[in-house]
């Protein structure tokens, strides 16, 4: 198995922070040294800061002050956390009255135009604070924009809405650190795992055992390695986030996982309970937990779920379902360009929902390709896509239901 990412957690600041950067460069270099001479290739380092919507000065001048620090750091993407989209008056005022939450919205547009590894994401609903409509809507309309104006729509890649998700969590878009002290975690690269357990065994139980093994087996030494170089930076060691996801091949696969479980194909019935299956394996494995520990089904990074889409077999409500008992709810899905900004904010709406009332963390990166219809065959050159088919979406949205008000309290 691979380590997609070492994740570590800066605060910046309004005075200079290139040498907090280069530090926490050096602490990302020596864990990558680490895990690399324990046999755990790792893909990745990767640095995030606190919320964008705490983030000192001009957001688009500080991303690109900030991305090209973080790159002679050694640094392969930059996340500036979410716009905290989810209380009460988030982003509700109208952009000439001031309102700071909807003039950080606003600039993640420019910030994804004007450069290629710099991430960023919106917080529209949280457990404490509820859920914000209207938030919901700028969001989609944002993911309209930059399908607009960046190639291929390719610039959704960096932006996910995110629901009742917490700091530290070491994949992105939806990393972010909570203001303290700096920290680390660790973002698995493990579907192989999977694919291989449960290859080699007969009944469910022992599909099980294996899974769990092999994955506390790893756990163990990644913590063991990465400890050791923590400790003497005397830096917070979060823990693993072991969400299993996978790359485009299919040994690394965790539709060929799902697959090799007794599911005919990714997306026929059995699909739902394969994936409750794989996160209770995930649940009961005993490593330091961080992030989401779920089932990341993302549909153009996995070489099975990329071809099960050319099949038709799924759809963005399945997928829907499907993270209610696993992961982290809808991943690089491709969708028709022209799909209207109401009908991708009722999936992010749906989303939200399913992230409240299940008290989870989901995101949702959902990304509408220009000139592309349902069914039409995507067309990314990237190295960690790979190609399925456009999913079809229904044509309608929930205007009426937004204008029924703009924000949701928590219940009681």
Not at 80 to 105: I, M, T, Y
Not at 221 to 233: A, M, P
Not at 279 to 297: I, K, V
Not at 303 to 311: C, G, V
Request: hydrophobic fraction near 45%; glycine fraction near 8%.
């Amino acid at each position: 198995m691979n380590i997609r990412s070492v994740t570590c957690f800066l605060t910046v600041s309004a005075s200079e922070f290139q040498e907090d950067v280069r530090r926490v460069g050096h602490l990302a270099a020596e864990v990558r040294t680490a895990l690399e001479s324990g046999g755990f290739p790792v893909q990745t380092s990767r640095l995030a800061t606190q919320p964008l919507s705490r983030l000192p000065g001009d957001p688009l001048s500080l991303a690109e002050e900030l991305w090209s620090q973080c790159r002679d750091a050694g640094f392969e993407y930059l996340s500036l956390g979410p716009v905290l989209a989810d209380a009460p008056g988030s982003g509700s005022s109208a952009l000439d009255q001031g309102d700071e939450a909807l003039v950080r919205l606003e600039a993640i547009p420019h910030i994804i135009q004007s450069t290629d590894s710099v991430f960023a994401s919106v917080l529209v609903a949280s457990r404490a604070h509820g859920l914000n409509l209207l938030a919901i809507r700028h969001t989609a309309r944002i993911v309209e924009q930059i399908a607009q104006t960046t190639e291929l729509g390719f610039g959704n890649l960096r932006l996910a809405a995110l629901a009742n998700v917490g700091p530290h969590i070491p994949f992105f878009p939806a990393a972010y650190h909570d203001g303290g002290p700096p920290a680390l975690a660790i973002a698995t690269e493990a579907a192989d795992l999977a694919v291989r357990a449960f290859s080699e065994s007969g009944s469910l139980e022992e599909a099980r055992g294996r899974l769990i093994a092999a994955v506390e087996a790893a756990g163990q030494r990644i913590t063991d390695l990465v400890h050791s170089v923590t400790e003497r930076h005397r830096v917070r060691f979060i823990g693993l986030d072991f969400s299993l996801a996978p790359f485009p091949e299919e040994a690394r696969s965790i539709g060929a996982a799902i697959e090799r479980l007794g599911v005919d194909r990714f997306g026929a019935p059995g699909t739902l309970f394969a994936a409750s299956f794989l996160t209770e394996c995930l649940r009961r494995a005993d490593y330091p937990h961080c992030g989401f520990n779920g089932l990341m089904l993302p549909v153009l990074e996995d070489a099975i779920l990329a071809a099960r889409s050319q099949e038709g077999l799924f759809t963005v409500n399945d997928l829907l379902l499907y993270s209610a008992v696993c992961g982290t709810g809808l991943d690089t899905v491709p969708l028709p360009g022209d799909i209207e900004a109401e009908e991708l904010a009722g999936i992010l709406l749906d989303m939200a929902a399913l992230a409240l009332r299940l008290d989870k963390p989901l995101t949702a990166r959902l990304m509408p390709i220009p000139g592309a219809k349902a069914g039409d065959p995507t067309q990314f050159d990237f190295s960690y896509f790979a190609n399925g088919r456009v999913l079809a979406v229904k044509g309608l949205g929930s205007q009426a239901l937004f204008e029924r008000g703009s924000y949701l309290a928590p219940s009681a």
